[in-house]
T-cell receptor
Framework: TQLLEQSPQFLSIQEGENLTVYCNSSSVFSSLQWYRQEPGEGPVLLVTVVTGGEVKKLKRLTFQFGDARKDSSLHITAAQPGDTGLYLCAGRGAGSYQLTFGKGTKLSVIP | ETGVTQSPTHLIKTRGQQVTLRCSSQSGHNTVSWYQQALGQGPQFIFQYYREEENGRGNFPPRFSGLQFPNYSSELNVNALELDDSALYLC??????????????FGPGTRLTVL
């Protein structure tokens, strides 16, 4: 069974601060996705990374896939209140239809 | 382009009852996946339907069953409801359902409470 562990589970920071969220596994994934979920809504895809060592940037968000494709990180620069939400990582094994999600990191950005 | 829709939004049932949840896929998508998200947890994969056939199932008992219709809309049925079935049920549609870069588009979910 493939498992994804996210840390930290909760994060409360002031507006303007930087933060990093981690997603780790002992399994290799062919791809890893990051989602953001707001209360009462379904997750919304932010990014997909597929190559070991890959780095993708989405405005103030930077996503990295580990060289061994077992881990990933999400870094947010100068966090804003609009970044508040539940951040989920999800991995897919080679040839698999199944997405395995982590438990999520609940981020609160205080104005 | 219409996104993924789910009905109902909220539902309250009692233990032992049966429930049917519905999902309409995004236009052009032939694959639907269902997930259970308990409070404080990430979504857990229940099963996936591709062109009306179940093509994958997670670690859920047989009382969780589903259907996909010719228009690619889908139903999730849960029999003999248990208290632990209380959760947000999400459906997600995609073009093919597999492949490293397949993108799933999630609906807003149905909040099921079992008393």
């Amino acid at each position: 069974t493939q498992l994804l562990e996210q840390s930290p589970q909760f994060l409360s920071i002031q507006e303007g601060e930087n933060l990093t969220v981690y997603c780790n596994s002992s399994s290799v994934f062919s791809s890893l996705q990051w989602y953001r979920q707001e209360p009462g809504e379904g997750p919304v895809l932010l990014v997909t990374v597929v190559t070991g060592g890959e780095v993708k940037k989405l405005k103030r968000l930077t996503f990295q896939f580990g060289d061994a494709r077992k881990d990933s990180s999400l870094h947010i620069t100068a966090a804003q209140p609009g970044d508040t939400g539940l951040y989920l990582c999800a991995g897919r094994g080679a040839g698999s239809y199944q997405l395995t999600f982590g438990k999520g990191t609940k981020l609160s950005v205080i104005p | 382009e219409t996104g993924v829709t789910q009905s109902p939004t909220h539902l309250i049932k009692t233990r032992g009852q049966q429930v049917t949840l519905r999902c309409s896929s995004q236009s052009g998508h032939n694959t639907v996946s269902w997930y259970q998200q308990a409070l404080g947890q990430g979504p857990q994969f229940i099963f996936q339907y591709y062109r009306e056939e179940e093509n994958g199932r997670g670690n859920f008992p047989p009382r969780f069953s589903g259907l996909q219709f010719p228009n690619y809309s889908s139903e999730l049925n849960v029999n003999a409801l248990e208290l632990d079935d209380s959760a947000l049920y999400l459906c997600a549609s995609s073009l093919e359902g597999f492949g490293s870069t397949d993108t799933q588009y999630f609906g807003p979910g149905t909040r099921l409470t079992v008393l």
